[in-house]
C-alpha cells in the first residue's frame, strides 16, 4: 500500500432503504450482508468507523401521522425500527470478522448499549465499528439529523452519507435532461436551493460546526473504499463556497 487514507475517523450513514430489496419494505440480508463488506473495505485499512442507520424500511413517522397517527408516537416507532436495522447491520458486519457495538439514544439495554459519547470514542479507538441507533432520541428528528450530531460529537471528520444515486443534481435526472451534477456545493446553496440531499437542520448543524458530506452511491461495488483511497466519488458539500459541476 501506498499512501495512507485521506480520513482517519469517519461516520457513514446509511439510510433503512438501502437494507430492503428494491422498492420493498423489511430487510433483506443479502443487501445488508454486501453493505457489511463495503464497510470491511474501509475499516480494513485501519480507519475509524461509526454508522448512522436510518429506519425508512420499516416505518416513518410522517408517514403515519399523514394517515392519523400521533405525529410523536410514529416518530418513536420509527426510532424503534432503527434499532431492528441496526442489529441487522451488526449481525452482517460481525459475520465478516468485525467487531462491533451497536449504541442507541432509546435504552434497549438487553440488546444494545445506552449511547453514551465517551464510550462511543472508546470503541472506536479500539477499532470496533459502532452502530448508532434509534435516531436522536427525539422526535421530529431524522436520521439525517443524527448523523450530523453524532460526527460532531465524536469528532469524525466526514460525514459519507450512501445513497442510490451517484451524487446532488441541480434538478431530478429523471425529471430534467439538463439536471446537473455536482462535484462540489456549498451547504448555503443546497439549504437555499432545497436540493435533496439532506433536511435543513443536519444541513445547518454540518454547516456551523464545518462537518463536510460527501453524497455517493453505495451500491456502485467498491465505491467506499475508492472515496476514501481519494477518487472523484459523488458530490462534496462543505463550507467551500465554490460550485463545481460534473462537466461530462
Ligand atoms: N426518527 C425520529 N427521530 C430521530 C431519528 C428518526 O423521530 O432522531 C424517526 C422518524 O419518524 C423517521 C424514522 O425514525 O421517519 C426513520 O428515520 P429516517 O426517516 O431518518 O430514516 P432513513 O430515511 O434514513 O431510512
Do not use: W
Not at 477499532?127 to 460532531?152: C, E, H, K, M, W
Request: hydrophobic share 40%; net charge neutral.
Amino acid at each position: 500500500m501506498g499512501t495512507s487514507p485521506r480520513f482517519k475517523r469517519i461516520l457513514i450513514k446509511i439510510s433503512g432503504e438501502a437494507l430492503a430489496g428494491e422498492g420493498e419494505l423489511g430487510i433483506d440480508t443479502n443487501k445488508t450482508f454486501s453493505l457489511a463488506g463495503q464497510i470491511k473495505e474501509v475499516h480494513d485499512l485501519g480507519l475509524e468507523v461509526a454508522v448512522v442507520v436510518g429506519g425508512g424500511n420499516m416505518i416513518r413517522g410522517e408517514t403515519l401521522a399523514k394517515s392519523g397517527m400521533d405525529r410523536a408516537t410514529a416518530d418513536y416507532m420509527g426510532m424503534l425500527g432503527t434499532i431492528m436495522n441496526g442489529l441487522a447491520l451488526q449481525d452482517a458486519c460481525e459475520k465478516q470478522g468485525m467487531f462491533t457495538r451497536v449504541l442507541s439514544a432509546i435504552e434497549m439495554k438487553s440488546v444494545a448499549e445506552p449511547y453514551i459519547r465517551r464510550r462511543a470514542v472508546r470503541h472506536l479507538e479500539k477499532n470496533r465499528v459502532i452502530i448508532f441507533a434509534g435516531g436522536t432520541g427525539n422526535p421530529y428528528f431524522t436520521t439525517d439529523t443524527t448523523a450530523s450530531l453524532r460526527a460532531v460529537e465524536v469528532g469524525c471528520e466526514v460525514i459519507l452519507k450512501a445513497t442510490k444515486v451517484d451524487g446532488v443534481y441541480t434538478a431530478d435526472p429523471k425529471k430534467d435532461p439538463n439536471a446537473q451534477r455536482y462535484l462540489q456545493v456549498s451547504f448555503m446553496e443546497s439549504i437555499k436551493h432545497r436540493l435533496k440531499v439532506m433536511d435543513s437542520t443536519a444541513l445547518s448543524l454540518c454547516m456551523d460546526n464545518n462537518m463536510p458530506i460527501i453524497v455517493f452511491d453505495i451500491f456502485k461495488a467498491g465505491n467506499l473504499r475508492k472515496l476514501i483511497d481519494g477518487e472523484p466519488i459523488g458530490t462534496l458539500i462543505s463550507n467551500t463556497e465554490e460550485v463545481i459541476l460534473d462537466g461530462r
